[in-house]
């Protein structure tokens, strides 16, 4: 995957700066001004986003699971490894979050 050589670290730190970058953005947002519609399509494109990272949080546990790093750290499982260097209390990998948005959908369309 990296045959230059190159560490994946750039590639993560760009990635988490651009997520950082987009949530505060999100965050900076002024919601008064949006329309109805647009109010819509931010909900359903925030929901579409949030039911995404358990695949990425679920692939990167799995990963320290793997290389054993819960061990390394002295925690228990690999979630709690991860709250341990996060400070996030979960206990486990959380679910994927129900569909919520369906009922937008639907009001949209009315």
Not at 16 to 24: F, K, M, S, Y
Not at 66 to 73: I, N
């Amino acid at each position: 995957m990296f045959e230059s050589g190159e560490s994946p670290r750039p590639a993560v730190e760009v990635a988490l700066g651009q997520l950082t970058a987009a949530i505060d953005t999100l965050t900076e947002l002024d919601l008064t001004r949006l329309d109805r519609d647009e109010l819509l399509a931010l909900l359903r494109g925030l929901e579409t986003q949030r039911r995404r990272l358990p695949v990425v949080d679920h692939a990167l546990v799995a990963e320290l699971d793997q290389r054993g790093v819960a061990g390394e750290l002295a925690a228990v499982t690999p979630s709690r490894c991860c709250g341990m260097c996060c400070g996030c209390p979960r206990a486990r990998p959380r679910p994927a979050i129900p569909p919520r948005w369906i009922w937008v959908r639907g009001a949209a369309d009315r």
